[in-house]
């Protein structure tokens, strides 16, 4: 898993029909020091629930596109959850 912060959303007047229901999320994946890693991307939020600037955590790959039971869809990365709060040791 990796994390992320929300920073915009888009909206999409057509779609795959696995997408039925769901947004769509641009994010801006973070590092260890939850500062801006790589390129932002767009992920799929399956329960629309994350809001702007949310920290989320998400899945890539064939974990992405099988993130519900019995339910596939096209998708390169997928929110799994919204970080409530977040605590590490690590030393800047």
């Given at each position: 898993m990796n994390l992320a912060k929300v920073i915009g959303s888009l909206w999409a007047t057509q779609k795959h029909?696995?997408?039925?229901?769901?947004k769509f999320c641009f994010i801006q994946p973070l590092n260890e020091h939850r500062q801006p890693a790589g390129k932002?991307?767009?992920a799929v939020d399956p329960d629309n629930r994350c809001g702007q600037d949310e920290t989320v955590y998400y899945v890539e790959?064939?974990?992405a596109a099988t993130i519900k039971p019995d339910h596939t869809m096209p998708s390169d990365a997928t929110i799994v959850g919204i970080?409530?709060?977040l605590s590490t040791d690590?030393?800047?």
């Amino acid at each position: 898993m990796n994390l992320a912060k929300v920073i915009g959303s888009l909206w999409a007047t057509q779609k795959h029909h696995s997408f039925n229901g769901m947004k769509f999320c641009f994010i801006q994946p973070l590092n260890e020091h939850r500062q801006p890693a790589g390129k932002p991307l767009i992920a799929v939020d399956p329960d629309n629930r994350c809001g702007q600037d949310e920290t989320v955590y998400y899945v890539e790959g064939g974990d992405a596109a099988t993130i519900k039971p019995d339910h596939t869809m096209p998708s390169d990365a997928t929110i799994v959850g919204i970080v409530d709060s977040l605590s590490t040791d690590h030393k800047s």
